[in-house]
């Protein structure tokens, strides 16, 4: 017979962080790196994130002072704008953009032959983006890097962890090799909801 734990409603979150501290324990983690490490592994259930995870040196830093100087959060999927806090983002001025269901979008990608991940991370470099964030798609975070290394681009913090089994690992594997500010994770495993809780964890630290 299974028996439930009795908790009040608004005391589940802070319950479910205790017990995902109780069971990682100790980490090399920086505090607001563990504050994204802890955020993630609530929202998947995934332990193997605390071991996947790598973080840029200037990846907390560089994303909080985007948050806080009011700029925008650029996601790949609407799944994950649904999923930020747009509240919490908005005290601080930005707004998150999603233009993947747009119809310029679709119309850009026909003519260029390219996915429409692709071509709304292109129609989104000017718009004031501090923060990408990518966990659907591999040709979104592989069209952000390369936009960046062609001087068309310049968020503050690459957010990259797609899921999958077609170059989502690989186009990881070059991300953790920029020199500017990302948080990813290795291997197949990622997703939306690694990308919004990232972000989540990054606005309740701002």
């Known amino acids: 017979m299974v028996t439930l734990q009795p908790i009040a409603p608004q005391d589940i979150e802070a319950e479910s962080f205790r017990i995902i501290e109780h069971e990682l324990g100790t980490t090399d983690c920086t505090p607001e790196e563990f504050a994204v490490v802890r955020r993630i592994i609530h929202a998947t259930g995934d332990f193997s994130f605390a071991e996947t995870l790598r973080f840029h040196p200037q990846a907390i830093s560089a994303g909080l002072a985007a948050i806080r100087s009011g700029k925008n959060i650029l996601v790949d999927v609407n799944m994950a704008a649904s999923g930020v806090s747009t509240g919490l983002l908005a ?3 930005g707004r998150v953009i999603c233009r993947i269901a747009e119809a310029e979008t679709a119309a850009m990608a026909k003519a260029n032959t390219t996915t429409r991940s ?3 991370i292109s129609r989104s470099v000017a718009d004031n983006i501090g923060i990408v964030a990518v966990g659907n798609a ?7 890097m390369e936009l960046i290394d062609q001087g068309l681009f310049n968020p503050d913090l690459v957010i990259g962890v797609p899921v999958g ?10 991300l953790v090799r920029q020199p500017y500010p990302f948080i990813t994770t290795l291997g197949r495993k990622g997703g939306t909801p690694v990308a919004v809780a990232a972000v989540n964890a990054l ?3 701002a």
Do not use: M, Y
């Open 91 to 93: 005290r601080f001025g």
């Open 203 to 205: 606005l309740r630290l």
């Open 165 to 174: 089994f077609v170059n989502a690992a690989e186009s990881k594997e070059i």
């Open 118 to 120: 692709d071509a709304a």
């Open 138 to 144: 591999p040709t979104a975070l592989l069209k952000v």
